[in-house]
């Protein structure tokens, strides 16, 4: 089964609010990937967490990594039409190889 | 530098027919892997490579075939196409331990089986 949840499934907001996306395992994750696919568009690397309690900014997105390695989140602060799409995150799980487990995804849509 | 280069970009095959969708990256990675993504089911790992000559399954490999015999292609097949593989498909790679790496997708294959 989905080894990695990600919640919401959707998320529509008015331009201006904060939006927030949470990836779960209920096993201990290795590290954590974000990626953002656009409409039509593929899946394109923004970030990675690594250490427990890793917290990283890019700007106006905020990235977290629980401090039991089994939950993370991405967080945009004041949304705007340019950040439209799928956010996706991406786990190596303990013992389960070389292989990189995607999250359902959280579709984002913004209205102006 | 053209990165993961996936063809075609469209497919529509009729049930029962046999294809191969091409992913070639010319970035020296050694990690490639191959994806399908449905509404609702995220990105689920077909089959992945961690060097040329060697291969391995992903989450749902029934149905599809790989081999690795250079570092750049990675060809996915399908024997014989059934409807449930109507999906859009993406090609990743990345360098050497390819979880702990920068994936890189390619744009993609809209692949319809009737």
């Known amino acids: 089964g989905q080894q990695v949840m990600q919640i919401p499934q959707y998320q529509h907001v008015q331009e201006g609010e904060d939006f927030t996306t949470y990836c779960n395992s209920s096993?201990?994750?290795?590290?954590i990937q974000w990626y953002k696919q656009r409409p039509g568009g593929h899946p394109v690397f923004l970030i990675q967490?690594?250490?427990?309690?890793e917290v990283k900014k890019q700007k106006r997105l905020t990235f977290q990594f629980g401090e039991a390695k089994k939950n993370s989140s991405l967080h945009i602060t004041a949304t705007q039409t340019t950040d439209v799409g799928t956010y996706f995150c991406?786990?190596?799980?303990?013992?389960?190889?070389?292989?990189?487990?995607f999250g359902q995804g959280t579709e984002l849509s913004v209205k102006p | 530098n053209a990165g993961v280069t996936q063809t075609p970009k469209f497919q529509v095959l009729k049930t029962g027919q046999s294809m191969t969708l091409q992913c070639a990256q010319d970035?020296?990675?050694?990690?490639m892997s191959w994806y399908r993504q449905d509404p609702g089911m995220g990105l689920r790992l077909i089959h992945y490579?961690?060097?040329?000559?060697?291969?391995d399954q992903g989450e749902v490999p029934n149905g599809y075939n790989v081999s690795r015999s250079t570092t750049e292609d990675f060809p996915l097949r399908l024997l014989s196409a059934a409807p449930s593989q109507t999906s859009v498909y993406f090609c990743?790679?990345?360098?050497?331990?390819?979880?702990?790496?920068?994936?890189?997708f390619g744009a993609g294959t809209r692949l319809s089986v009737l």
């Open positions: 096993t201990t994750l290795s590290n």
């Open positions: 970035m020296n990675h050694e990690y």
């Open positions: 990743a790679s990345s360098n050497s331990g390819g979880a702990y790496n920068i994936q890189y």
């Open positions: 490579s961690v060097g040329a000559g060697i291969t």
């Open positions: 991406a786990a190596k799980v303990y013992n389960q190889g070389g292989k990189l487990i």
């Open positions: 967490l690594v250490k427990s309690g």
